[in-house]
């Protein structure tokens, strides 16, 4: 059999060398062994152990070592180190006494230091000299009664001798001191331990008088409740609740609270602890104790129950809006509303109170414009939700007192009030505080809601006397004129509403006059004066003669239903488009000319129709020079303007392009009879014509340029015009 071929043994990779050049720095052998050497550290022996054989040689060796110990000590005494390790070699060499004696001289130096009664008692204890070791301590205690390490200590040797009355003496000399926390809980535990329950429960009892958190407290009815104890646990909450008061009350005590009675499956107790803890405890430290209600509901509770968790989030998080900002007053807005869902007045009343005691600081009205709204929802909650009349005028009566009226009022509260007393059928005191209003604060409004007040109530004597008060207070308000006007008419008394009517147009100054000369116009024709409206049309068109007046002027006259109404309504156009043309607006002047032309359409003849025909204008586009604020050439601009037959600046221009366009419309006719001919020369001569054509229209316009729009009809270029 042959054996079996030998493995090739495997050659580890040689990483490839990726750059072969030399490097700019040579190392040779030389330099790496002499930094070999350099750096080389020596090797220290241990000196060499020494046996001693002999007692006198062991006698000799701790005599030397004595006194290099005592002539440490004699340098410096101070140096605990220095006296812990001469004992501890002592101890090394089985001489207790003599390390005991080492103790008490370095104790006789420095009878503070703690490490020194440690080291002294863990020597003791480590030997079995139980005595003498109850003898350190109790020396350590007395001296030093606030070093809790001898105390712990002390209590464990006695516990683990087993002495547990012992132990349990120690502690009490401790407690006596008033310890920490920690060496109260220890005591604690170390009776559990023995099932002292009895015992643990004094020592509780103790506990929170000397240390009365409220984290001992809990700790106290746990320690209740884990043994089985409910009542005891529930008496020793009830008692923290009443140790801590409202004054000083806390959110954890409350949450263990309501979690005990939850354990104990007592839902309604648990729910009733959270709700009064949520309505004592400030807002801003109850975080953990709503999160703790807020999952207590989720889990027990009811539809109510959820909803009245989340007002109590939204009271929490307006209660921080508003104590962030107090006049923050959307906040007081929605504030408000969320308690008068909740339906409680005492506690709206209170935030209604809370919200309107944010007065603004400045006197300017634009900062009053919101606050002023909570004493508006305020009067109204007190009206129609609480039913207190009483308490109803005194919010309205309180707000009035508190606008300052020099600087600025609000007509609403003046209305809003003399309404209220109205309804309670009190209307002398209404009357009286529109009164008051008009006389401090006279406004508009204020006399517009007096007057419609008194016309609710068919007192028109009163009316009239209020219109005339606001009249003497803004005459050239020009509504007002109307509806006193309108008022006289309506009582049936036309005298009196023209003699309204005069009075008003002949006022130097009016707001609208537009709207007071229709309004009379109006009124005469109500009144089918139709002499009265003619005089008043004309009597305006003294005034003005815009081409509103004088297309109602005609649309008047065209409407009157007599024989002479289509005669008196061209006569109307005729003076318009005389008194038009002098004017410098084109625009107005065709607008009146198609009007004209629809009129004529309508109710005249077919020489009436060509003679308006014939006024129409023509739009053309022009140029004009554009300039700057400064005064600069910014170029030229192109416009649409009107050219109107009868003007004489134009007449020439209009006649001579109608002329070339004549010529030009009969030199096509032609070309296009000479069928056959060359097409080339026709084409030439056409370009010429329509080069001569727009020359002519360049030339015409005196110094502006005219472009027409190829258009004959004259009555399709001004339905453009007027389109346009």
């Known amino acids: 059999m042959e054996p079996p071929p030998a493995k090739k043994a495997k050659v580890p990779k040689v990483g490839k060398v990726k750059n072969k050049m ?4 040579q ?52 140096v605990v180190s220095n006296w812990i390790k001469y004992a501890k070699w002592e101890e090394s060499q089985q001489e207790f006494a003599r390390a005991r004696s080492i103790y008490e001289r370095a104790l006789d130096v420095d009878h503070r230091n703690i490490v020194l009664w440690l080291k002294y008692a863990e020597l003791e204890m480590k030997h079995k000299q139980i005595n003498h070791a109850r003898n350190v301590w109790d020396r350590a205690v007395l001296i030093l009664p606030r070093a809790k390490q001898f105390w712990y200590k002390y209590s464990y040797m006695e516990e683990m001798l087993g002495n547990v009355p012992g132990a349990r003496q120690v502690f009490e000399r401790w407690m006596q001191w008033e310890p920490d926390e920690q060496a109260w809980l220890s005591y604690i535990k170390m009776e559990l331990r023995y099932k002292e329950l009895d015992r643990a429960r004094h020592i509780y009892e103790r506990f929170i008088q000397v240390h009365p958190e409220v984290k001992n407290w809990i700790r106290y009815a746990r320690f209740e409740e884990s043994n089985g104890y409910l009542s005891n646990a ?13 004054e000083h009350m806390d959110e954890n005590l409350y949450v263990s609270f309501a979690k005990f009675e939850e354990g104990c ?6 729910r009733t602890i959270y709700k009064y803890a949520l309505e004592h405890i400030p807002k801003q430290e109850a975080q953990t104790l709503f999160k703790a209600y807020t999952q207590f509901e989720k889990r027990y509770g009811d539809r ?7 007002i109590s989030k939204r009271k929490f998080q307006y209660e921080e809006e508003v104590k962030a900002n107090p006049a923050n007053y959307d906040a007081w807005f929605d504030y408000v509303r969320l308690m008068e869902a909740e339906g409680s007045k005492d506690m709206t009343r209170e935030v209604y ?3 309107i005691a944010n007065i603004p600081p400045s006197q300017e009205k634009r900062f009053w414009r919101r606050y002023i709204y909570l004493w508006i929802y305020y009067a109204l909650y007190e009206e129609l939700i609480a039913k207190d009349v009483d308490r109803t005028r005194q919010v309205y009566r309180a707000c009035l007192e508190i606008v300052p009226h020099q600087q600025f009022t609000f007509a609403k509260i003046w209305l809003m009030y003399a309404h209220f007393e109205i309804r309670q059928k009190d209307v002398k005191s209404a009357r009286k505080a529109l009164g008051t209003a008009i006389g401090k604060c006279p406004k508009p409004k204020l006399f517009k809601g007096y007057i419609e007040l008194e016309l609710q109530l068919r007192e028109f004597d009163r009316c009239r006397k209020l219109y005339e008060k606001f009249l003497e207070f803004n005459p050239a308000n020009s509504n007002t004129w109307i509806k006193y006007a309108e008022l006289e008419s309506i009582l049936g008394d036309a005298d009196r509403a023209r003699a309204i009517f005069e009075l008003a147009i002949n006022q130097q100054l009016v707001d609208m006059p537009e709207m007071l000369w229709k309004a009379y116009i109006d009124f005469e024709l109500e009144q089918e004066e139709y002499d009265n409206a003619r005089q008043l049309y004309n009597h305006l068109l003294e005034r003005t003669q815009h081409i509103k007046v004088w297309l109602s002027f005609a649309k008047f006259e065209s409407s009157t239903e007599s024989e002479e109404s289509v005669t008196n309504a061209r006569s109307v156009y005729d003076r318009a488009d005389k008194a038009l043309k002098n004017s410098d607006s084109s625009e107005e002047r065709a607008m009146l000319l198609e009007s004209w032309k629809d009129f004529e359409k309508a109710h005249g003849d077919e020489a009436s129709q060509r003679a308006i025909q014939k006024k129409l204008p023509r739009r053309v586009k022009k140029k004009r020079k554009v300039y700057l604020d400064d005064g600069s050439d910014a170029g030229w601009e192109e416009y649409w303007d009107y050219v109107f037959p009868d003007d004489s600046a134009a007449a020439p221009n209009l006649k001579l392009l109608q002329m070339a366009r004549m010529w030009k419309q009969n030199r096509q006719l032609g070309d296009s009879d000479e069928e056959g001919s060359s097409s080339g020369g026709s084409e030439g001569e056409e370009e010429s014509d329509d080069e001569g054509v727009e020359k002519m229209d360049k030339e015409g ?24």
């Open 22 to 25: 030399p490097a700019e720095v």
């Open 27 to 78: 190392i040779t052998a030389e330099q790496l062994l002499q930094e070999a050497a350099a750096t080389k550290v020596e090797r220290v022996l241990p000196p060499p152990r020494q046996k001693i054989t002999d007692p006198a040689e062991l006698a000799e060796v701790q005599l030397r070592k004595r006194k290099e110990f005592e002539d440490n000590l004699r340098k410096n005494r101070s």
């Open 234 to 246: 529930r008496n020793v909450f009830e008692r923290a609740a009443e140790f801590f008061s409202e």
């Open 265 to 270: 499956r007592e839902y309604e107790r648990a």
């Open 304 to 310: 109510a129950g959820i909803e009245d968790v989340i």
């Open 353 to 355: 109170e809370r919200a």
């Open 701 to 724: 316009g005196e110094g502006e340029k005219e472009f027409d729009d190829r258009d004959t009809d004259f009555s399709e270029s001004e339905s453009s015009a007027s389109g346009d």
